[in-house]
């Protein structure tokens, strides 16, 4: 039996199935685990979740009552996720505290966590420009150089996912392709801890990341920052990098399944036209999807020598109108992943509204306009206010992706068109 308690009702034993809300704001790598130790206790109570779903059935409670549903605290899961369904109540906790300093230790570059994140990416580009360099002079990849690495970046994402995330979009020109690859590894990781993969899989995720584009010495710089199209010849050349990347690691010792993998499939697209196999479908493996996934985000959240970079809102919103090419599932909860969500998208806020996303803040890009029109306290249209939302912001934030049909929108296309038709208060 799974319920949903509020973070001060955890108690140690309880078994802890998942949390609610962006993954940013839960505290733990696994989402899948038995709450042992009062610092585990204090970091969920601390934590900006808004609610976490507790496994009945393996919890070792003294007082069973207290994960029982019938405590005014708790809900079956069952009622939230089943259809139909009375209409959920919002959990409400206030505003947490913020004060200035706390707003400026968050932000993108400041914070105790950014100086560890900047030496984690740093580190690993200098080791992945090495690797590159060694596979240039034909020498083998030492994959188990990765490890320490995958892992540095894991415990940076463990503590602060945003930290290290926002810091390695920025890139210079003459280190795309190693910072790429350190990119792609921290939003692999992301992405398996979103999924609840386990720890030893989210590390091979991570080298995977740090490996994947190796097959790129293969190919000559000035075709791989080519502004404007290519030749066929050219476009032969970069099709090539799987391949020849996935030649490299199989003649390496120590290379994970998932690296040989990931470095393989990440160019394959769900509908069969992409390369080298043009696998389809069903034959495409989880964590080819997730690769493909990860990889093109890092390259349209990046400028590029023939294009501006997107923000992570124009990305995800991109990316989920390109039919055929991903996973529209695994997007999704990639997008949830990272707390940031498509325009169009039904999301719930820190204020008690429901908001539909707009798109991305002209002035500050990092910031995501929601359009709120809905009072989840009195279940109520209210006058649309369009709200800009910093990724650092406490209050407003984004809590996570609404169901429409959970809040019973008669007609949800028709309700979406018309406010996002609506003039804004
Ligand atoms: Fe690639």
Redesign the pocket.
């Given at each position: 039996m799974l319920v949903r308690i509020r973070p001060e009702d955890a108690e140690i034993g309880m078994f802890v199935h998942g949390f609610d809300g962006s993954w940013f704001d839960h505290p733990f790598w696994r989402r899948n685990f038995r709450l042992e130790t009062s610092e585990q206790l204090l970091r969920i109570r601390n934590s900006a979740i808004e609610a976490l779903v507790i496994d009945r059935s393996r919890s070792v409670v003294a007082d069973a009552a207290s994960v029982s549903q019938d405590n005014g605290n708790a809900s079956p899961v069952a009622l939230i996720e089943d259809e139909p369904a009375p209409r959920r109540q919002p959990i409400s906790f206030g505003p947490p505290p913020s004060t200035e300093r706390e707003e400026l230790r968050r932000r993108p570059g400041y914070g105790p966590e950014c100086r560890r994140a900047k030496r984690a990416i740093e580190r690993s580009k200098q080791a992945v420009a090495t690797m590159f360099e060694d596979a240039r002079l034909g020498r083998a990849v030492e994959a188990r150089r990765m490890v320490p690495l995958a892992r540095a970046i894991g415990q940076s994402i463990e503590r602060d996912a945003r930290a290290l995330i926002n810091l390695v979009r920025l890139k210079e020109k003459d280190e795309y392709t190693y910072l790429h690859s350190v990119a792609v590894a921290a939003l692999m990781m992301n992405f398996g801890r979103h999924l609840g993969l386990e720890d030893p899989v989210i590390e091979d995720l991570g080298v995977a990341g740090l490996l994947?584009?190796v097959g790129k010495v293969a190919v000559a710089e000035d075709i791989l920052n080519k502004p404007g199209g290519l030749s066929d010849g050219e476009m032969r050349s970069v099709r090539g990098?799987?391949l020849a990347g996935h030649r490299l690691l199989e003649n390496s010792s120590g290379v994970p399944e998932a690296a040989l993998e990931v470095c393989l499939r990440?160019?394959e697209k769900m509908d069969g036209a992409g390369y080298p196999g043009g696998l389809r479908g069903e034959a495409l493996s989880l964590f080819a999807r997730m690769g493909a996934i990860c990889?093109v985000y890092d390259a349209v959240t990046s400028d590029r020598p023939y294009k501006r970079r997107w923000t992570p809102c124009e990305a995800l919103t991109e990316m989920q109108g390109w039919d055929g090419h991903f996973d529209p599932a695994l997007l999704d909860r990639f997008a949830d992943s990272l707390g940031i969500y498509p325009v169009g998208t039904l999301v719930r806020l820190s204020t008690g509204e429901l908001g539909i996303v707009m798109g991305s803040d002209g002035d500050a890009y990092e910031n995501v306009v929601v359009r709120a029109f809905f009072d989840c306290e009195t279940l109520m249209e209210c006058e649309p206010r369009d709200r800009p939302i910093a990724p650092s912001a406490e209050n407003p934030r984004i809590v996570g992706r609404d169901s429409p049909t959970f809040w019973r929108f008669p007609d949800w296309d028709a309700t979406r068109l018309r406010v996002m038709a609506a003039k804004p208060a």
């Open positions: 994947h584009d990098h799987p990440h160019h990889d």
